[in-house]
Nanobody
Framework: QMQLVESGGGLVQPGGSLRLSCAAS????????MGWFRQAPGKDRAFVAG????????LYADSVKGRFTISRDNAKNTVSLQMNSLKPEDTAVYYC?????????????????WGQGTQVTVSS
């Protein structure tokens, strides 16, 4: 089993920034591509960003391209999501997830492990 614990969520004004972090334990972190997903009330869980096992390649949803940046530190077993220029429509619970593949995928059902989620609220 892999345990994933997110942190860094909160309330931020439109145009502001937040940095989410996810700490992994229990499995060899570098064997997994990582993804960030989000789920707003009444909506399905949606892919936000993903990163390959090495950190050498990333993938983003169109809605966050140019605003969000995913990164990972395999020495510290962490993956982060830097969120800039936040909009009210970014409000959601954000989850990190691990998939035992070299590259991230966008379908939630493909992921092996999930964190408990952290709330991000963008509001004035």
């Amino acid at each position: 089993q892999m345990q994933l614990v997110e942190s860094g969520g909160g309330l931020v004004q439109p145009g502001g920034s937040l940095r989410l972090s996810c700490a992994a334990s229990g499995r060899t972190f570098s064997n997994y591509a990582m993804g960030w997903f989000r789920q707003a009330p009444g909506k399905d869980r949606a892919f936000v960003a993903g990163i390959t096992w090495s950190g050498g390649s990333t993938l983003y949803a169109d809605s966050v391209k140019g605003r969000f940046t995913i990164s990972r530190d395999n020495a510290k077993n962490t993956v982060s999501l830097q969120m800039n220029s936040l909009k009210p429509e970014d409000t959601a619970v954000y989850y990190c997830a691990a998939v035992q593949k070299l590259a991230p995928v966008t379908r939630p059902t493909d992921y092996n492990y999930w964190g408990q989620g952290t709330q991000v609220t963008v509001s004035s």
